[in-house]
């Protein structure tokens, strides 16, 4: 089914959100040649669900999610590490969830937005972890469909909010190498990234986030539901193909083994955070990525059975896909 050339980009105006500082503020600094040490407690990665859930529920009727009462928090093996946990859902967001791990040494935050299968609206993407030397972030709108090729699906999307990524791309450059696999799952929106700790970086990066998600959630709210079988069930395959890949290949699930121990890791991975992988299909991941397939006949640990990575951005200043 063709989506036709209407964008939801003209229909609103990417927002300009304050940044938030948190109030904790004791980050890296400088005085002369005095340096003063970042400490993870300085970042609060709650500011960022609280802000997403509150412009969440300025517009959309939100209630708690069937999984909040599973899962709302943990403490982790060494009896320090803890995990906090919320679960949404509305008429058309199938899950908004968010999961956040914080100890002495670091945090980790975990959001994101699935929509139901009568709805082609891309997948809202947040990755953070932050340590005392280094920070690692995805942010993302992963589209539904591939976007390898150009398509109405990109048109309709991604076209005309590119400006979004471009005022961060200076401050947040491509982090380094992505397998060809786990391209496909990404958009040209993507801020993929690696940096040292700082106050303006972590503000900057608090703008971005919410500039992002109100971008989806303004998608969430103009898409109109899918009326044809074909294209509902299309959108549903789409969404399992992505849940199987995360819940098998998310690089989080090493650390969540260290923290919570393998049992857990995989209940939270297919469970909770990539929710509907055992609900909305029954293709295993060997039938979506058969290269996978080792000779008996289990999934190959590799990361990459192509062997081909991005070290740089492999889309053009407009979103087209370059390889």
Known sequence: MELGSSSIGPCFKAANPPVRISKNTNLTLTRGSQRFPFRVSAVSYKEFAESALEETRKRVALEP????????????????????????????????????????????????GFMEPEYDTPIFCANFFTSANTNIVVLDLNP???????????????????????????????????????????????????FSSSQEKHNALFSAFLEYYQAWLEMTIQVKEEKEPSQVRANREAQHKYLTWRAQKDPGHGLLRKLFGEEKAKELLRDFLFNGVNEMGTKTFIDYFPEYQTEDGTVSDKRSIIGKSFETRPWDSNGLFIG
């Open 65 to 112: 999610s069937p999984l909040q009462e599973r899962y709302s928090s943990m403490t982790g093996l060494d009896g320090k590490t803890q995990l906090q946990m919320l679960a949404f859902k509305s008429p058309k967001i199938r899950l908004l969830r968010s999961m956040s791990i914080e100890n002495e040494t670091m945090q980790v935050f975990d959001f994101a």
């Open 144 to 194: 539904l469909h591939q976007l390898t090729d150009p398509t109405d699906y990109q048109d309709k999307y991604y076209k005309n909010i590119m400006s979004i990524y471009h005022k961060y791309d200076e401050m947040f450059p491509w982090g380094g190498k992505l397998t060809a696999e786990s391209i496909k799952f990404f958009s040209p929106l993507v801020m993929w990234t690696r």
